[in-house]
Structures are given as C-alpha cells and as structure tokens.
C-alpha cells in the first residue's frame, strides 16, 4: 500500500472514532465522503475495507451505521498484536541475560541490545516490563 493510502486509512480511522463519540453511532460512507472530501463512496469503501482488514474497524451487521473502531493504535506497518506469554516471557528472558552479561561483562555491544530489546517491550504493548527494565536500565547509566 502506498503511504498515501495510509495517511487516508488514518485520516478516515480518525474521523470514524470522532464522529461515533460525537453521536454515538458510526458514519454512513456518505457522511464520510463528505467530511473527508472524498469524490465518491467507492473511494471510502476501499479505504474502510483496508482498516477492516488489519483489524483497526469492524461491521457489526450490514447496516449502514454498524461501523465500529476496535483500535486507533494506527501504525502504518498494520496493528501490532500483543505476542503471546510464551513468547513475552522468553524476551523477558533474553534482556534478563542480557543484564547479567552486561553486568559480568561491560560492553557497548551489550548495552545496545538491553536498547533494543527494551524497546521492543514498549512497541509490543508490554507496558509494565518495559518500565520495569528502563528502571534498571537507568541504573546502569
């Protein structure tokens, strides 16, 4: 998808949750056509299928209010889904190592990747262990 097309999926995204908590109930592809200055409801409904389709809205039923946003979390790589425990454990685990080394073993290298795996933490959604590990990152320092 071009950036363009994104930069409108978010546009669109943006002004789909603004009109449902102004009135409770989504737009019509019509209202956003308008509002958004679109030439055409097919141009809305390729855009809206797009935001469907990674996840960020969802139909309810085939009414023409069923629109709902599921996330605004809008990134132009697609939503980020949250990784499963196994899988947050094991990188809990890698900048646990990590620390360790750096802490037998002082490096750049090291202390480079506690970096980059941190923020991975923090892209992922794992709010919690991400502040837990940038305290004790901070502590290095």
């Keep these: ?11 669109l995204l943006d002004f789909v949750d603004a009109f449902i908590q102004e009135h409770g109930y989504g737009p019509s592809y019509r209202e956003v056509m308008t ?4 030439k055409s409801v ?4 390729i855009h ?4 469907i389709k990674k996840g960020y809205l969802r139909k ?3 009414s023409a209010r069923s629109l709902e946003v599921v996330s605004t979390q809008y990134s132009a790589a697609g939503a980020v889904k949250a990784p499963s425990a196994a899988k947050e454990k094991w990188l809990v685990d890698e900048i646990t190592q990590r620390f360790l080394q750096y802490e037998t073993s002082p490096s750049a290298r090291t202390l480079d990747e506690l970096y980059v795996l941190i923020g991975a933490l923090k ?3 794992l709010e919690g262990a991400h502040e837990a590990t940038k305290a004790r990152l901070q502590k290095l320092n």
């Design 35 to 38: 509002g958004l200055g679109y």
């Design 123 to 125: 892209i992922l959604g």
């Design 42 to 45: 097919s141009t809305v409904a």
């Design 60 to 62: 309810r039923d085939n």
């Design 48 to 51: 809206i299928d797009g935001l």
């Design 1 to 11: 998808m071009s950036e363009r097309s994104t930069k409108r999926q978010k546009e």
